[in-house]
């Protein structure tokens, strides 16, 4: 039952993607692609005194790097970069490991079914990747291969 509902959630927010927009006056951004699958994502940040102001997307890929992107977006705003940077990890660790789930994970956590399917792992991660880049400044495409 609780597979169903996240199932729901998944598809909801990948044919109705929340924040998904050009974002003018972003500080940030970068490019994200999974070669993959054939996953593309561009990410805008608005970066104020260490908080994520406001964060949007733009891309073309399958239902789940979409739908992962969304909910980022709704996951991080009012978020410094530390607790972005964490809430990264612990999403990896959901989709990667074993390890408890941690509470912090929010609606994120309806992605712990990708764990049965590497490949759509990637998927699942690229926003998360391309988060990390578009923090970090470093101005490069990421690819997840
Ligand atoms: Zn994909």
């Known amino acids: 039952m609780v597979d ?3 199932q729901e959630i998944i598809l909801d927010h990948s044919k109705h993607p929340r924040n998904c927009h050009f974002m003018g006056d972003a500080n940030r951004h970068a490019e994200g692609f999974n070669p993959l699958c054939g996953d593309k994502l561009k990410l805008y940040l608005r970066v104020e005194g260490g908080i994520v102001k406001d964060v949007s997307f733009e891309g073309s ?8 992107a969304s909910l980022m977006t709704e996951s991080l705003k009012g978020k410094t970069k530390e607790e972005a940077m964490k809430l990264l990890d612990n999403f990896h660790d959901l989709l990667t490991t074993d390890s408890p789930v941690s509470q912090e994970l929010g609606k994120l956590v309806v992605f712990c079914g990708v764990k049965d399917y590497p490949a759509r792992v990637k998927c699942a991660t690229l926003a998360w990747h391309t988060l990390k880049s578009a923090l970090n400044n470093t101005g490069e495409p990421v690819s997840t291969e």
């Open 61 to 68: 890929g399958c239902a789940i790097s979409t739908a992962s």
């Open 4 to 6: 169903d509902l996240y």
